[in-house]
T-cell receptor
Framework: SQTIHQWPATLVQPVGSPLSLECTVEGTSNPNLYWYRQAAGRGLQLLFYSVGIGQISSEVPQNLSASRPQDRQFILSSKKLLLSDSGFYLC???????????FGPGTRLTVT | KQEVTQIPAALSVPEGENLVLNCSFT??????LQWFRQDPGKGLTSLLL?????REQTSGRLNASLDKSSGRSTLYIAASQPGDSATYLC????????????FGTGTRLLVSP
């Protein structure tokens, strides 16, 4: 069966510090991978998606970047965090033909 | 641009009631529609997926319907239980590839014993 992991579970970082969130998927090959953010009181916003190694598409221009160094690994990064980067970050995967999306447990990021 | 709306924003019912959650979307050119459940501080759990060619899907006490032409979906929960308390999210994916999901803002459900 497929499993998706995210770490860390929670993170408190000062403004201006770097960020690295990691997501890995087990039990499937060549999945589509997604990063979403859920800000307090707001809906889920798609940040990045990837259909293969090294292939990243950005949905919203912002202070974040994503990378996919391996087939089942997706990393969300920032060089300098802003207060507005606080939120709940969710990684998800999907595969054909239905492309049903499955989500990880999330990372709670607080920028102070 | 696809927009997804969920009504009501919050719902409180006594245990045992049957209930309906509503979802509407503006662009009928969808690939599929998913219903999710989110418990506080947790990730999303996929409940049901309806392909664009389907009218409904059932899983246990849950039944989801899709009327693509009118841009509507409903999630029916039978015989509600306190454990059903959570936020329910509706999301649609487009036909343009990569199946990116556009989410509604959710319905927060509270089922009282």
């Amino acid at each position: 069966s497929q499993t998706i992991h995210q770490w860390p579970a929670t993170l408190v970082q000062p403004v201006g510090s770097p960020l690295s969130l990691e997501c890995t998927v087990e039990g499937t090959s060549n999945p589509n991978l997604y990063w979403y953010r859920q800000a307090a009181g707001r809906g889920l916003q798609l940040l990045f998606y990837s259909v293969g190694i090294g292939q990243i598409s950005s949905e919203v221009p912002q202070n974040l970047s994503a990378s996919r160094p391996q087939d089942r690994q997706f990393i969300l990064s920032s060089k300098k965090l802003l207060l507005s980067d606080s939120g709940f970050y969710l990684c998800a995967w999907s595969a054909g033909p239905l492309y049903e999306q499955y989500f990880g447990p999330g990372t709670r990021l607080t920028v102070t | 641009k696809q927009e997804v709306t969920q009504i009501p924003a919050a719902l409180s019912v006594p245990e045992g009631e049957n209930l309906v959650l509503n979802c509407s979307f503006t662009d009928s050119a969808i690939y599929n529609l998913q219903w999710f459940r989110q418990d506080p501080g947790k990730g999303l759990t996929s409940l049901l997926l309806i392909q664009s060619s389907q009218r409904e899907q059932t899983s246990g006490r849950l039944n989801a319907s899709l009327d693509k032409s009118s841009g509507r979906s409903t999630l029916y929960i039978a015989a509600s239980q306190p454990g059903d308390s959570a936020t329910y999210l509706c999301a649609v994916s487009g036909n343009t590839g990569f199946q990116k999901l556009v989410f509604g803002t959710g319905t927060r459900l509270l089922v009282s014993p």
